[in-house]
Each structure stands twice: as C-alpha cells, then as structure tokens.
C-alpha cells in the first residue's frame, strides 16, 4: 500500500467528534435500542387494552390514547436518531440555554397552566408537562457543571452550597404545582450524581438531613401527601386490611394467575375499578393481561436495559460522558422502582409513571430524549474503539515501511 493510500485509508474513517454516523452500530447500542423498542410495544398494547372501550365512548376512536401514545413515539424517534447521531460532548454548550428555558417552562405553568385533578403541571389539555422534560435537562446541566468543580466539589460553600441551590431552583416550582413524586425523583437523580462526583461523607449525611426535613414539610404542607403515608402506615402495620388503590391494584394483578387472561379479558380494568391504568397503574393491567410471567419478563427487560446503562456510563471516555450516562440511567431505574414500589406498597404511592410503558406523550417523549443522549456515550466507546485501531493500524504500517527501506536493506 503506498503512503497516500494509506493517508486516504486513515482520514476515511470517522474521528471522533464527528458528525459521520458509522455503522454498524455496536452490540451494546443495539441492545439499548432493541430493548427500549420492545418496552414501548409492549406498552402501546397495554394502553389499547385499558382504553379501548373508554375511548370509543369519549371520542368514538378505540386507537385514540394509541395514536397519541404512537405519535409521542414516532417523535421521540426522531430525536432519539438525532441525538444518537450527533457527539455528546457538543451537548454542553447547551445546558445552560436548556436549563433557563426549563425553569422558565416550571414557573410559567404555575403562572398560565392548567389545573386538572388538583395540580397545575401541564399546558395544552395536559398534553405538555415541561417538569418530564427537565428531567434530562437538568441530567444534562449537572453533566456538564459538576466535573468542572474539581476538589471544590468537596467543599461546602462552594461545592455542596452551590448544588443545592442549583437543585433547588429546579425542585421547588415543581412541588408547588404540585407534583411531588417527580420532584423528589428529580433530587434523588442530582445527589447521586453529586456523590458520584466526588461528594465527601459529611456532604452526603447533611444532604440526608436536609432532604429528610424537605420531605416532612411537604407531607404537612400538602393534605393527599399526608393522606398517602397515613394509607401506607397502615398497609405496614396490617396487610389484610388494605383498602383504596393498593387493595384493586393488587387484586387485578393475582387475578391474571401465572399466565394471565389475555388482553380482553382484563375485568378489574374494564370494569372502571383500577384508577388510571393506562398511566399510573399500568402494572395492574400488565399483571391481569399476561399474569405473573409477563410482570416478570418486563422487569427483566428493563433490568437488563438498566445494568447496559451501567456498564456504558462506568466504560465512558470522559467524566461528563460518565454523569450523564449514570443519570440517565439512575432516572430509568428510580422511575422505575418507584412506580412498582408505590404500586405494591413497599413506598407509599406517587403516581411516578413507569418508564417507556405507561401513557404520556410528554414522558414518552423525554425518556427517548434521554436514550438518546445514552446512546450517544456507547457510541462514542466505539468510537474510541476505532480510533486506537487506526493508531494501531498506522503504527504497525510505520514501522513495516522502516523495515522495509533503504536503511532496512
């Protein structure tokens, strides 16, 4: 090979940073990507078996929370490519613009939103709620703010002061709509995040004690807070007698036995009995639809999509690559577990939606976002990959030229 092709040779394939998508793509992208295909499928049939006599009473179209559903998908697709395509270190010289546009959206909805079922949390018939999308936003922020701290991190008034009243700005407008499951999904998200960024003992143990305090005022200030522990306190205390949401949620689920009904079979659901289905309680329908096996094949799923999200951020060339894959994947865990905690009574319950399943377009839409700056870091560790194979490859070409010249004669 002479030497302008092997100089054509290397500058053929893609640097890092670069805009070029390459393909194929790696076994762990496709596994991300195939895994979260297979949850939102699974969900969009959950949602048309808990809605499909509801919507052709109220809007004569059984395929109606589908469609919307589908569309939140087909959009998140689209982003999801593009941020897929793009490298993820060009994303910090957007955090800061993202992150006043998200609290400008939290306070505006308190100023010009909705109120539907108590709260004001959303716009446009509650088909847009900004605080799911400045879960990824604030993810994104911390990403980028945090590593630039260095051993100030450790510091308290210029580390654990600064943290907190970042945190803060984004938390409170969100407990004042009020939604207080997303709110303190959104403060465990940034903790771990700051812990993993190098937090010292004595920071984690005061954020402990300040969060503690935060959370006993919110139960005061905020009468179905304090309703829902008092419902959960009992359900510890006596099991039997559970009573309310706990009580259908968990009679549905037993009642699909180990292999389920079948989609149109699900009576608690149909019957009106299980409150939001579609939504909050998805799982009860999951449980009577295909029973004991396809609760466990989902939690599977996203176990294993989960422990992905792990290895990606733990393997990330970068520290910023590293927080945002860890709060990515932290936000679809947490989510997660607290729906299923809440539904099962281990936590008291939320109305916290369980992530890439349950109906809503804006929730929907913000986890593809955030898959999408995921898959963007696993990427990049194939790029990488490439990139000290062509090193390799360069060198090895370097030295068979030396051997092979004059002085190699």
């Given at each position: 090979?002479?030497?302008?092709?092997?100089?054509?040779?290397?500058?053929?394939?893609?640097?890092?940073?670069?805009?070029?998508?390459?393909?194929?793509a790696s076994l762990l992208e496709l596994a991300l990507l195939i895994l979260m295909a297979v949850l939102v499928l699974v969900g969009l049939s959950l949602v048309y078996s808990a809605t499909y006599y509801l919507a052709q009473q109220h809007f004569a179209d059984p395929w109606y929370f589908v469609r919307r559903q589908g569309g939140a998908a087909l959009l998140g697709t689209l982003v999801l490519l593009g941020l897929w395509r793009i490298d993820y270190?060009?994303?910090?010289?957007?955090?800061?613009?993202?992150?006043?546009?998200?609290?400008?959206?939290?306070?505006?909805?308190?100023?010009?939103?909705?109120?539907?079922?108590?709260?004001?949390?959303?716009?446009?018939?509650?088909?847009?709620?900004?605080?799911?999308?400045?879960?990824?936003?604030?993810?994104?922020?911390?990403?980028?703010?945090?590593?630039?701290?260095?051993?100030?991190?450790?510091?308290?008034?210029?580390?654990?002061?600064?943290?907190?009243?970042?945190?803060?700005?984004?938390?409170?407008?969100?407990?004042?709509?009020?939604?207080?499951?997303?709110?303190?999904?959104?403060?465990?998200?940034?903790?771990?995040?700051?812990?993993?960024?190098?937090?010292?003992?004595?920071?984690?143990?005061?954020?402990?004690?300040?969060?503690?305090?935060?959370?006993?005022?919110?139960?005061?200030?905020?009468?179905?807070?304090?309703?829902?522990?008092?419902?959960?306190?009992?359900?510890?205390?006596?099991?039997?007698?559970?009573?309310?949401?706990?009580?259908?949620?968990?009679?549905?689920?037993?009642?699909?036995?180990?292999?389920?009904?079948?989609?149109?079979?699900?009576?608690?659901?149909?019957?009106?009995?299980?409150?939001?289905?579609?939504?909050?309680?998805?799982?009860?329908?999951?449980?009577?639809?295909?029973?004991?096996?396809?609760?466990?094949?989902?939690?599977?799923?996203?176990?294993?999509?989960?422990?992905?999200?792990?290895?990606?951020?733990?393997?990330?060339?970068?520290?910023?690559?590293?927080?945002?894959?860890?709060?990515?994947?932290?936000?679809?865990?947490?989510?997660?577990?607290?729906?299923?905690?809440?539904?099962?009574?281990?936590?008291?319950?939320?109305?916290?939606?369980?992530?890439?399943?349950?109906?809503?377009?804006?929730?929907?839409?913000?986890?593809?976002?955030?898959?999408?700056?995921?898959?963007?870091?696993?990427?990049?560790?194939?790029?990488?990959?490439?990139?000290?194979?062509?090193?390799?490859?360069?060198?090895?070409?370097?030295?068979?030229?030396?051997?092979?010249?004059?002085?190699?004669?």
């Amino acid at each position: 090979m002479t030497t302008a092709r092997r100089r054509w040779y290397g500058q053929s394939i893609p640097r890092s940073g670069s805009l070029a998508w390459s393909f194929p793509a790696s076994l762990l992208e496709l596994a991300l990507l195939i895994l979260m295909a297979v949850l939102v499928l699974v969900g969009l049939s959950l949602v048309y078996s808990a809605t499909y006599y509801l919507a052709q009473q109220h809007f004569a179209d059984p395929w109606y929370f589908v469609r919307r559903q589908g569309g939140a998908a087909l959009l998140g697709t689209l982003v999801l490519l593009g941020l897929w395509r793009i490298d993820y270190r060009h994303l910090q010289r957007f955090s800061i613009p993202l992150a006043v546009l998200g609290v400008a959206s939290l306070i505006a909805v308190l100023m010009v939103g909705e109120d539907r079922l108590g709260a004001r949390r959303a716009f446009s018939g509650g088909s847009f709620q900004p605080a799911e999308f400045v879960k990824p936003i604030i993810i994104l922020y911390l990403a980028t703010w945090l590593p630039t701290k260095g051993e100030r991190l450790r510091e308290l008034s210029r580390g654990f002061i600064p943290f907190l009243m970042v945190l803060s700005v984004v938390v409170i407008p969100i407990f004042l709509q009020p939604d207080l499951g997303t709110g303190l999904l959104i403060a465990g998200i940034a903790a771990w995040m700051f812990v993993a960024s190098g937090a010292t003992l004595a920071q984690v143990l005061l954020g402990l004690a300040v969060g503690a305090g935060v959370f006993g005022v919110l139960v005061r200030v905020h009468p179905h807070a304090m309703a829902r522990l008092i419902s959960y306190l009992e359900a510890l205390r006596n099991p039997d007698n559970v009573r309310g949401h706990l009580s259908v949620v968990w009679q549905a689920i037993r009642s699909g036995g180990l292999f389920g009904k079948g989609p149109g079979a699900i009576w608690y659901t149909l019957s009106g009995q299980v409150p939001l289905p579609h939504s909050d309680s998805v799982f009860a329908v999951l449980g009577e639809a295909f029973g004991f096996m396809g609760v466990i094949s989902v939690i599977t799923l996203v176990g294993i999509w989960v422990g992905l999200g792990f290895f990606t951020a733990r393997q990330a060339k970068d520290a910023f690559g590293g927080l945002l894959a860890l709060g990515v994947t932290l936000w679809i865990t947490w989510q997660g577990l607290i729906n299923l905690g809440g539904l099962i009574g281990v936590i008291p319950f939320s109305g916290v939606p369980f992530p890439f399943i349950s109906y809503g377009g804006s929730a929907l839409l913000s986890e593809f976002v955030g898959v999408g700056m995921l898959l963007s870091v696993a990427r990049r560790l194939r790029d990488a990959d490439l990139d000290r194979r062509r090193r390799d490859r360069r060198a090895r070409l370097s030295s068979a030229g030396r051997r092979g010249g004059p002085s190699g004669r």
